[in-house]
Nanobody, 122 residues
Framework: QLQASGGGLVQAGGSLRLSCTAS????????MGWFRQAPGKEREFMAS????????SYADSVKGRFIISRERASASVYLQMNSLKPDDTAVYYC?????????????????WGQGTLVTVSS
């Protein structure tokens, strides 16, 4: 139900824009979020956004570098990633929240995309 795209290989300092499209039935009144999981590490919260595009929240590690946005008409959520670092290398997942707002807790999400790989070279 969720299709993420936009990952790839980029040099440190570069930018990528991730996209995720959900079905309107599962996302139009729900918050959405982005998480990532690096090899050997647990999945971690990156950013979330409320049902109407407000209430954006970010992990400290990406605040000021990443921007989350959404387009309700197309049931899409985006993650603009700037000033990328090698530590940002991970598989990035989008998810649909169980409520109208996002959360930094992965258990608050009902639906998950398949992930898109981002690799940042030094």
């Amino acid at each position: 139900q969720l299709q993420a795209s936009g990952g790839g290989l980029v040099q440190a300092g570069g930018s990528l824009r991730l996209s995720c499209t959900a079905s309107r039935r599962t996302s139009s009144n729900n918050g959405m979020g982005w998480f990532r999981q690096a090899p050997g590490k647990e999945r971690e919260f990156m950013a979330s956004i409320g049902w109407n595009g407000g209430a954006a929240s970010y992990a400290d590690s990406v605040k000021g570098r990443f921007i989350i946005s959404r387009e309700r008409a197309s049931a899409s959520v985006y993650l603009q990633m700037n000033s990328l670092k090698p530590d940002d290398t991970a598989v990035y997942y989008c998810a649909v929240s169980r409520s109208a707002f996002g959360s930094d807790n992965s258990r608050q999400y009902a639906y998950w995309g398949q992930g898109t790989l981002v690799t940042v070279s030094s």
